[in-house]
């Protein structure tokens, strides 16, 4: 019976063309990364992601609003421009005129190798698929840019039963066309409010913690305040404590799938330019030598 059945099992492999299953290291070969990786042009973000981002991958931006991730991502559009690496934008919250105009304020012009949609963009992602497509057939836009995720959700009644678990179907389906188009997705997310003394962290994203599950690497964006005390109105005894921003802004690599490092760095913000102020390290998981080599390559400008 045994010899029948061991028979039978290989009539019926080589019956079949195309082998379903085979052994793990055979069936890895098949999904070996391309080796081809893009810095981001900092530093310390590029050597904790291991030289910079790869194709099909997710990335993403948040923070509090009006704290500067649209600048963020227009800082590393410009360092993607100067190492001839062209991008496409899809900027939802502010239209692509006024984008331009931040860009001219960061010194840039029409030779900026970024690109957006001619037409009017649509909040689907099969919109974006195909735009995605083209903009890299004729241009070459390997990174892509979406200014937020909150414009691609429906506004109709069908997403109200569970918000939290359609972002992060769409969020899902974006890391899906990254591997699909071979491109690299940068999104913006925003947090939920932020009090005074609450700490901006991961669960700090809105609406949905698959934001974070689903992403390759996250990025967290944070104008740093200056806190003084003065004397109330009322009473000399009394201190009231108002709070001053300052021109510097905290970037922190929160998340981090392909070596578990996570650091920041400290920019000072001149004409919409971040200019490295500090460097520093909040966890690291990876081995000691390694470690050892990020603290060799901070720099402080001070």
Do not use: C
């Not at 063309?17 to 990786?37: C, M, S, T, W």
């Not at 919109?127 to 083209?134: S, Y």
């Not at 909150?150 to 591997?179: C, F, Q, T, W």
Request: proline share 3%.
């Amino acid at each position: 019976m045994r010899e029948f059945l061991t028979s039978l099992i290989k009539q019926l492999k080589e019956m079949r063309v195309f082998h379903r299953v085979g052994k793990l290291f055979d069936v890895a070969n098949e999904y070996k990364p391309n080796q081809i990786f893009f810095p981001v042009g900092i530093d310390i973000f590029d050597h904790a992601m291991d030289g910079g981002v790869r194709e099909g991958e997710l990335i993403i931006v948040s923070g509090p609003t009006g704290q500067g991730k649209t600048t963020f991502l227009q800082n590393l559009t410009v360092n993607y421009h100067k190492l001839e690496v062209p991008t496409i934008w899809f900027t939802y919250e502010m239209d692509p005129w006024y984008l331009k105009e931040k860009f001219v304020d960061m010194g840039q012009d029409k030779h900026l190798l970024t690109y957006a949609p001619t037409d009017d963009l649509e909040g689907k992602l099969q919109f974006i698929e195909d735009r995605i497509i083209e903009g890299n057939e004729d241009y070459l836009t390997k990174i892509v840019f979406i200014d937020h995720l909150h414009y691609l959700i429906p506004l109709d009644n069908s997403m109200s039963s569970n918000v939290s678990l359609a972002v992060g179907g769409i969020v899902r389906e974006l890391k899906r066309m990254a591997i699909r188009t071979k491109s690299i997705i940068f999104l913006v997310a925003h947090t939920k409010k932020i009090y005074q003394d609450e700490k901006l962290d991961l669960s700090s994203i809105r609406d949905s913690s698959l934001i974070v599950q689903e992403a390759d690497y996250v990025f967290l964006v944070e104008r740093l305040k200056k806190e003084e005390k003065k004397q109330g109105r009322l009473s000399e005894a009394l201190e009231a404590e108002t709070t001053h921003w300052t021109n510097n802004s905290k970037i922190e690599l929160a998340k981090n799938r392909r070596t578990g490092m996570m650091v920041y760095r400290v920019f000072e913000v001149i004409n919409n330019r971040f200019i490295y102020e500090n460097t520093g390290t909040i966890k690291k998981l990876s081995k000691p030598k390694r470690e050892d080599k990020v603290h060799s390559s901070s720099k402080e400008r001070r």
